[in-house]
Structure formats: structure tokens, C-alpha cells
């Protein structure tokens, strides 16, 4: 049955291993993309963080890099969602993964315009809406993730066997996930499949800013935190920026005091120019294991290695 | 290799399974302790929240109950710390697990006293510094788990593979553990075993009130919550209590004013007393899973039979 599981989302996304890639902002772009989906995994860009033009841009580049399976994480919280959709659809693009928002504004539309869609949660409550709603699958998002988080704190451990049991749609499997072991860990708690996103975020083919990449080879296990709850919970790795926030919280900060102090571009800043001091650094707690920069194939390659090896110690 | 890792702990300890039941205050008596020893797995009595004198007659009542191995939790953190330490030295204690403090305090006079000492952490950091003092094992402990937790919200997914990298003594993984299928998770991240709380917590034979066992098989998934961080981060089931600190701590309380808010005997009204409006009620992250009250030998029967049916479907 469990063998089942694992070929599930191969069948539903036309792919060889059933891994997503994930659409993170200023870091999927048509290179990390196209080099996920040429080795089998979903490759997945990241559309939160670019104007309609630019998405288009890098659909097209993606679609010139690979024959294979490509999808657009859009979150529905910004201005442009409209026309990012209308982008995609209009490019060819069949798989829309859609985070925040409700998954009933987009889904009826996607499933008649012929698209498989799978909605970001991180909570069971909303797994079952998701469903409701039409949804093809659901990622499942830890306490661990990188970036925007759930408010109910809930880690990748315990979320998982939780969804699984809410709904019978396949269940991806995000937050902490940067090994073939964790790959191991994440079937044995009934996931369909992994989410990766720090790991694949950390490869020669991501857009991120070098300096950051450094910077998350470099970090301890306790060098990201979750901050800004009372505006929208993101873990980020701690740096001045994030002391300030820090200071301000301790203090009591309210909604409005944090807004002022996030301003405009912060993650742009850091995670694309490469300003460590006053930047947003959006990315997940694996920092600490994070040791090297490889390329999406040697990563993959490492992936499948450790997994097997995962399984057959299992085994005995 | 990973099959010798799963034996580590049996013969470490003289149990059947490698599996660790947590010595958890309010709620690790004789009657928890004994049951569980009974059914293979090492029973902890959770001396935190017993005087000498009431530590000495759980002993012994433990030790009427079972012939199998039994450990003695202690938290470093308390005044009666050396009296309890005698009085489970001068019983026939031969396995200790600490938390809290330096495992450089007790760990020296304990293995010259013959024991076997085991001592909590939340990092890989004081993993090191664990292994360093002589310690024969490590309990690592995810920002997930009840009670008393680390500052750096490492959640188990992340924290055990940094530590089974970080020591060559043995892992005990703790925290989000309620299932046969988290007990396969948590071998295949490189554990040598997990230590259960919550689960056992709620089980017939755990000593906390009944309507505090009733709230957590009502709880959903989104019921707990770590709160307290300025003084001791403590994972606790949202109550009244819990709600009148959140306010506090969102207008930026002082650790005076989380100090004087606590009191004393907060844990032991809600926990022991069953006081679910004015009381502490520590408890893990997997609550939102926990639906029935089980006896220890039904409780180890399903853990096994998860454990073994994951592992086959893990197979293929």
C-alpha cells in the first residue's frame, strides 16, 4: 500500500521521483526549475516574487530547459494573482500550487481550464477545505519551513500523520526535509512525498544571492527563528534585521509598529542582493545541516543514495 | 547497522524494546513506571514533582510491581535535588535520566556509584556537552514535546539528525512521538530509539487527573502552545491560565510579571488536581492525535503493530 503511495504523485505530476521542488520567491527561478524537472522531480517556480512579465519570462526559459513536468507556486496575497494565473495558463502551464488565501477562489477555475492544483496548509482544518474545495493534493507545511508559516506552530512530526488521516487526497509532505533519511521519515508518517525547499534553495541552480547561500552553509542549528507572529509568522535566519524585530516583540510590538519596521523589499534585499545586515532571510531550521552548494543533479543524486541506504537499514 | 542500533538500547538497559517511557512530573508513578517495565520498555519515574519521601515509597512500590529495569527522572532544577539523588542511590536506582542544569554536576558521582546516567537536551551543542561529562545517552528533545522545552525550537525532524551527527553515544528521540509509525520515523532520521511522553501520559495507569486525560483525547490539533519563553518555555494544553499569559506576554511582559503570574503549584493543580481552568497542563504537541485512554500492555501491543506494518509497507 505504501508502495502505492509512492508512485502516487509520479502518476499525478508525470514524474520520476515523487519529489516537489519548491516554489519559493527569489529563489525558483527557470534554472532551478528546469534542473529539478530534468532530473525527474517536479520543478516548481516561484511566482511570488515576480511581476506577471517576469513569470512569463521564466516560463518560457524553463520550458526551453526541459521537456518535463513544469508547475508556478502563486500565493494568493498579493495584487497580481489575477494576472499571474492568467500568465501561466496562457504559457501552458498545468499544475498550480496556491498558498495562503482560500483554496475556493482559484480552484474551480484551474480544474476547468484543465489543471491539476495543489493548496499549501498547515493545518488539518484547512486540509479539509482544501479538499472540499476540489484540490488535487495538499502540501503540508511544518513549524520548521522556511518562510511564511502556520500560526498553530504545528511541526512537520506531528502535521503529517494528522492530514493523512483528515483526507484522502495525497499529502506532500514539507518543512525540515533535506536528506533521503528525512525523505525516509516523512513515507513512514504516511506522506505521499516530500517538499523540499531550504535544501533545493542551497544548490548552485537557485536565484538566491550567493552571499546568503554562504551564509546558510555557514549557519548553526540555531541560527533561524520564527518572528513576526502577530503580523505573518516567517522563519528567517537571525541577523540585525531580525534582532530588531526581535527587540520590538519583546517589547510588545503591535501589528502597525511591525509593518512599519518590515517596510517594503526586505526579503528582495536580502535574499536576492545579499544584504545580510538589514535583509529579510527567508529560510527553513535544516540550515544547520546545510554544509555545501552542490548542483540540483548531485543533490538528487545524494537524495536517492541516502534514501535507499535509509531503507535498507530499516529493513535490518 | 541500523538493525545493531535498535538493539543498542536493550542492552543498555535490559529491556525488551528500545523504548523509553518519560519520567514526566505529575504524571510517572510506580503504577506508570511498573506497567511499562512490564511490557519491555524502560519505566521512568518522574521524580520532579515528588519529595524524597514520596520518591522512596514510588520506588519501592515500582519495585514491588516488577522485576524489569526501572530509571529515575530528575530535573536538575530544584532544591532537593541531592536528597533525591540519595534517596534513588540508596533504593537500587541504577539508570538516571537528568534534564535541565549541567550534566557536568551528577554525572561523575553517578557513574562512580555504578549507574547508568542519561541526561535531556534540546541541541546538538549540549549534546557534545553531554558526552563530553561521561553521559552513557542522550535524550534529544523536539520543540514539539509537553512541558519544559529548549530556546531554540528545534523541532525532532531537525534536531536528531543533528545529534546523531554531533555524539557517538546512543539518541534517544523524544518529543511528537505517539505512533509505530513515528517510532519508524524517528529510527530512520539515525535514532537508537524514542522516549514516549504524552502517549504514555495518557494511559490508565499514568497518575494525572482524569479530566486532564479527557481534555487531551478532546483536544484538536491546534490545542497546545509553547509559552513562557522570557522564563522556561513550557508546552502547555490552552486553557484559561494559558490564554491570561498569552495577553501578557503580547504587551510584552517582563519575566517579574510571568514570575508572579505562574505562582506555585500551578503544574500540579491543573495536572494532579484536574483544575482545567487555573492549572499548568503540560503536555506534547501530539495531543491533537490522542484519542482514547489505553492501558501500558494495549498501548505497547499498537505501537508494535504500527511499528511493524510501517516498516512493511516502508519495504514495499
Given at each position: 500500500m505504501r508502495f502505492g503511495k509512492r508512485e502516487t504523485l509520479c502518476n499525478l505530476f508525470r514524474i520520476d521521483l515523487p519529489i516537489i521542488q519548491a516554489g519559493m520567491v527569489?529563489?525558483?527561478g527557470a534554472k532551478l526549475a528546469a534542473a529539478a524537472a530534468n532530473q525527474g522531480v517536479l520543478g516548481v517556480l516561484g511566482a511570488g516574487s515576480m511581476s506577471p512579465d517576469l513569470l512569463r519570462h521564466h516560463i518560457r526559459k524553463a520550458q526551453s530547459l526541459t521537456q518535463r513536468s513544469l508547475a508556478v507556486n502563486i500565493p494568493l496575497l498579493y495584487h497580481q494573482t489575477e494576472q499571474q494565473i492568467d500568465c501561466a495558463l496562457a504559457e501552458g502551464i498545468g499544475i498550480f500550487i496556491t498558498s495562503a488565501g482560500?483554496?475556493?477562489?482559484y480552484t474551480r477555475r484551474l480544474k476547468d481550464a484543465g489543471c491539476l492544483v495543489v493548496h499549501v496548509v498547515s493545518s488539518p482544518m484547512l486540509a479539509k477545505k482544501c479538499e472540499d474545495a476540489g484540490v488535487d493534493a495538499i502540501v503540508a507545511e511544518g513549524f520548521e519551513a522556511g518562510g511564511h508559516n502556520g500560526r498553530d506552530e504545528l511541526t512537520t512530526l506531528v502535521l503529517i500523520p494528522e492530514i493523512v488521516r483528515a483526507v484522502k487526497i495525497p499529502v506532500i509532505a514539507a518543512g525540515g526535509i533535506a536528506s533521503g533519511a528525512a525523505i525516509a521519515a516523512v513515507f513512514a508518517l504516511g506522506a505521499h512525498g516530500p517538499q523540499i525547499g531550504t535544501r533545493f534553495a542551497i544548490?548552485?541552480?537557485?536565484?538566491?544571492h550567493v552571499a546568503f547561500k554562504q551564509a546558510v552553509v555557514d549557519a548553526t542549528p540555531d541560527a533561524t527563528m520564527l518572528c513576526m507572529k502577530k503580523l505573518v509568522p516567517v522563519r528567517v535566519l537571525k541577523n540585525a534585521f531580525y534582532t530588531q524585530i526581535k527587540t520590538l516583540e519583546d517589547q510588545g510590538a503591535s501589528v502597525e509598529d511591525l509593518k512599519s519596521m518590515l517596510g517594503k523589499g526586505r526579503a528582495k534585499k536580502g535574499?536576492?542582493?545579499?544584504?545580510?545586515?538589514d535583509g529579510e532571510l527567508e529560510i527553513g531550521q535544516v540550515s544547520g545541516v546545510i554544509e555545501d552548494i552542490p548542483s540540483v543533479a548531485e543533490l538528487i543524486a545524494r537524495l536517492k543514495k541516502e534514501y535507499a541506504e535509509t531503507l535498507q537499514e530499516l529493513a535490518g
Open positions: 527569489w529563489t525558483a482560500s483554496p475556493k477562489t544548490t548552485q541552480e537557485s536565484s538566491l535574499m536576492f542582493e545579499g544584504d545580510l545586515t
